[in-house]
């Protein structure tokens, strides 16, 4: 996983997972959904991801906003 250095400003580094890092991605489509753990299984154009997720689960196309590294 990889994190963008940046300088001291208040903005949080971008994030910007590479295949086989662990993270934890929000199932489905909903706001509120539960964040469950993962692998990014490829990287897609447009800032997405697939995830295969530790309980068999996969989805593709999964928006970085709701991807996080696992820590």
């Known amino acids: 996983l990889t994190l963008a250095s940046g300088s ?3 903005e949080p580094a971008e994030f910007a ?9 929000q199932f489905g489509l909903d706001d509120d959904e539960l964040w469950w753990p993962g692998t990014v299984h490829k990287l897609r154009k447009g800032g997405c991801v697939d995830v295969a997720y530790d309980d068999g689960d996969f989805e593709k196309r999964k928006p970085l906003s709701r991807v996080r590294p696992l820590l």
């Open 17 to 25: 997972p590479a295949v086989g890092d662990r993270v934890e991605a």
């Open 8 to 10: 001291a400003s208040a």
